[in-house]
């Protein structure tokens, strides 16, 4: 299993960017999936997560409302849509698959892509 996460940059406040992880290997379509973020010196935090089908969705306080998690397996691809950034956003993302337990624990999952680094500007 491969997670290829990518779209990251520098942006302004109140800017949107949307992240994409591109997924391959056995039965990924069939995982749920998150993305995770993790600014210098913190804990890597649950930003939103998703089931295989895409039928649900949960997501960390501080992002509600603002990002969108989907998931399209037809094209292998999970999205984070980020709306109305803020500098507290500033962070290296992941995407991660296959939780096998709390959809909202960093080690409950088994793969995890490289990262891609978000830069909110004031």
């Known amino acids: 299993v491969q997670l290829q996460a990518s779209g990251g940059g520098l942006v302004q406040v109140r800017d949107s960017l949307r992240l994409s992880c591109a997924f391959s290997g056995r039965a990924v379509s069939d995982y749920r999936m998150a993305w995770f973020r993790q600014a210098p010196g913190k804990e890597r935090e649950f930003v939103a997560g998703?089931?295989?089908?895409?039928?649900?969705?949960i997501y960390s306080d501080s992002v509600r409302g603002r990002f969108t998690i989907t998931r399209d397996n037809a094209k292998n691809t999970m999205y984070l849509q980020m709306n109305s950034l803020k500098p507290e956003d500033t962070a290296v993302y992941y995407c991660?698959?296959?939780?096998?337990?709390?959809?909202?624990?960093?080690?409950?999952?088994?793969?995890w892509g490289q990262g891609t680094q978000v830069t909110v500007s004031s």
């Open positions: 991660a698959a296959h939780a096998t337990e709390r959809i909202t624990a960093a080690s409950s999952y088994a793969y």
């Open positions: 998703i089931t295989w089908g895409g039928g649900s969705t």
